[in-house]
Each structure stands twice: as structure tokens, then as C-alpha cells.
């Protein structure tokens, strides 16, 4: 608003220099009977006198007017470029700490993770280390138990041979000769040939 009204005092003023001046050359060019004022010597004086009114007051209206406000504002802006730049400058230094702290995080989760990961392996590793024993020892176990069975179902099948075979041999003899031999005689011939085997 204040503006306004400076700019639209300063062309008033201008215009009324502007209208006083030509009033004067029209006064002059009456006076002096025609031709071009500006090239008639007679009118040199009051030529200058207006271009020096003219001048001091252009020259008082930029002096005080125009040029402390064209100051100003260059001013306000050089301002505000360097807020905004100081501005700018800490924002980008908050968001290098925000993506450094981000780095570190995710250095730190990594981290974090494949200790969790060895963790978990060193867990399973141990567990089926045991499970493994244990397993081993449970097989070593039945192993040692059917092995014993198997022992004790040979032995038992080797006690049976000998009345299997003395029966055998008595049944073949008979069925051979037509003659059943005694039980003494069949199983001493029978303790003969298990000799002989072991």
C-alpha cells in the first residue's frame, strides 16, 4: 500500500513538471515567434534550469525512494537465499546422521541376525549330535540283543541237532537196512561225526 501510493506520488509529480514544461515552451515559442525551443539559444536558460529541476528531483525520488527499496529488497532476498541455504545445509546433515544411523542399524540387525543364525546352527549341531548318540546307542543296544537272541536260538538249535540227527539216523538206518538199531549205537556214531565238525 505504501508502495503504491510513493510510486503514484513520484509520477505525479513527474507529470506536473511534464505539464509545467510544456506550458513554458509554448509560452517561449509564442514569445519568440516559432521554430524547433530546444534549438532556439533563447530558451537555453530555462532548458537547463528544467533539466536541472528535472534531474535533482529524478535524482531525489531514486535517491530516496526507489533505490533504498530496491536496497531493501535485494537485501530481504539475499536474506531469505541465506536462511534457505542454512536451511538446506542442516537438512541434508540430518539426513547424512539419518541415513549413517540407518547404516549402523542395519550393520547392527545383520550382525544380530547371523549371530542368531550361528546360534540356531550351533543348537541343531548339538542336538543331532545327541540325537545321534542316542540313536547309536539305542541300535548298539537292540544290536547287542538280538545278537544275544541269535546266540541263544543257535545254541538251542545246535542242542536239538544232536537228538535231530540221532532221530535222522535212526529213521535212515531203519529205512535203509529194515532193521531199527539201537538208541545207544546210533547216538554215540552221531557224538562221532559232531566231533569231527567242530
Known amino acids: 500500500m505504501i508502495v503504491t501510493s510513493k510510486l503514484t506520488a513520484s509520477a505525479s509529480l513527474s507529470t506536473v513538471l ?4 510544456t506550458a513554458l515552451a509554448a509560452a517561449a515559442e509564442a514569445d519568440h515567434g516559432g521554430g524547433f525551443p530546444p534549438f532556439n539559444p533563447a530558451t537555453f536558460g530555462s ?3 528544467w533539466l536541472a ?8 525520488l531514486m535517491s530516496r525512494v526507489t533505490l533504498p527499496r530496491i536496497g531493501r529488497i535485494l537485501e530481504e532476498r539475499h536474506d531469505r537465499i541465506a536462511r534457505d ?3 538446506a545445509s542442516q537438512r541434508r546433515a540430518e ?3 539419518a541415513l549413517a544411523a540407518y547404516e549402523k542399524a542395519l550393520i547392527e540387525a545383520r550382525n544380530k541376525a547371523n549371530a542368531i543364525a550361528g546360534e540356531a546352527r550351533n543348537r541343531l549341531n548339538v542336538e543331532t549330535e545327541t540325537n545321534r548318540k542316542s540313536l547309536e546307542a539305542t541300535l ?7 545278537e544275544g537272541r541269535i ?3 543257535k545254541t538251542e538249535a545246535l542242542s536239538h541237532v544232536r537228538g535231530i540227527a540221532v532221530d535222522t539216523a535212526q529213521a535212515i538206518v531203519s529205512a535203509l537196512v529194515g532193521v531199527t538199531p539201537r538208541m ?3 547216538e554215540s556214531a552221531v557224538d562221532g561225526a559232531l566231533s569231527k565238525t567242530h
Open 18 to 21: 511534464l505539464i509545467a514544461g
Open 47 to 49: 532548458q537547463l534550469l
Open 53 to 60: 529541476a528535472s534531474f535533482g528531483a529524478l535524482y531525489f
Open 85 to 87: 541455504l542454512e536451511e
Open 95 to 97: 539426513s547424512e546422521a
Open 140 to 146: 548298539a543296544a537292540k544290536l547287542e540283543e538280538a
Open 151 to 153: 546266540e541263544a536260538t
Open 184 to 186: 545207544e549205537d546210533v
